[in-house]
Nanobody, 116 residues
Framework: QVHVVESGGGLVQPGGSLRLSCLVS????????EGWYRQAPGKQRELVAT???????NYADSVKGRFIVSRDNAKKTVYLQMNSLKPEDTAVYYC??????????WGRGTQVTVSS
């Protein structure tokens, strides 16, 4: 099993920033894709951003220009820098790791609340 642990959530005012971290137990070279997803109360889980081992990045339209995903291979960590946060960004944020052999693992999530 690949262990995935998110951190960095919290309460922030509208317009503020947060950086989420996702630590995986597996070597980054064995991870095909890592992604950030979020789930707001009463809504389905949705894609926020993904990054592949080849460096391809994909963002949801709702976060383009505000969020930035990056990887630190040495630290086996993927980051989600969230800027210009809006109340509608409030959700539990989950990290997902898809290995090169097809295993799909999720973290337990970290709460992000954007409120004044």
């Amino acid at each position: 099993q690949v262990h995935v642990v998110e951190s960095g959530g919290g309460l922030v005012q509208p317009g503020g920033s947060l950086r989420l971290s996702c630590l995986v137990s597996e070597s980054i070279s064995n991870i095909r894709t890592e992604g950030w997803y979020r789930q707001a109360p009463g809504k389905q889980r949705e894609l926020v951003a993904t990054v592949t081992s080849g460096g391809s990045i994909n963002y949801a339209d709702s976060v383009k220009g505000r969020f930035i995903v990056s990887r630190d291979n040495a630290k086996k960590t993927v980051y989600l820098q969230m800027n210009s946060l809006k109340p509608e960004d409030t959700a539990v944020y989950y990290c997902n790791a898809l290995t090169t052999w097809g295993r799909d693992d999720w973290g337990r999530g970290t709460q992000v609340t954007v409120s004044s």
